[in-house]
């Protein structure tokens, strides 16, 4: 079993940060792949971006430029680092893990965290 709290969402004025963070504990956590996955309003919920054991980073294409996302296995931590947001950015976060990134692209991972809330004011 592996337990994700996500931290750090709230508000931000469009064009400016904000870094979320993603606390992982109760088993092996070098052996999941780690993403983030967001629920923006009137849309489904979609795949945000995603970090393999190994580090290497993938991204949606809203994300590419823009987010960036990186794993500690140090600390446990999962980041997620958004830079010149949008509006459009507005929702809700989620942690999520699985030993299968592909299912984290896929919106089913075995496990989710709760979620924190992003808004964007313009």
């Known amino acids: 079993q592996l337990r994700l709290v996500e931290s750090g969402g709230g508000p931000a004025q469009a064009g400016g940060s904000l870094s979320l963070s993603c606390a992982a504990s109760?088993?092996?956590?070098?052996?999941?792949?780690l993403g983030w996955l967001r629920q923006v309003p009137g849309k489904e919920r979609e795949w945000v971006g995603s970090?393999?054991?190994?580090?290497?980073?993938s991204y949606a294409d809203f994300a590419k430029g823009r987010f960036t996302i990186s794993r500690d296995n140090a600390k446990n931590t999962l980041y997620l680092q958004m830079n010149s947001l949008q509006a459009e950015d507005t929702g809700i976060y989620y942690c999520?893990?699985?030993?299968?990134?592909?299912?984290?692209?896929?919106?089913?991972?075995?496990?989710w965290g709760q979620g924190t809330q992003v808004t964007v004011s313009s």
């Open positions: 999520a893990a699985d030993t299968s990134e592909w299912l984290i692209w896929r919106g089913r991972p075995d496990y």
């Open positions: 109760g088993s092996t956590y070098n052996e999941y792949a």
């Open positions: 970090v393999d054991t190994g580090g290497l980073p």
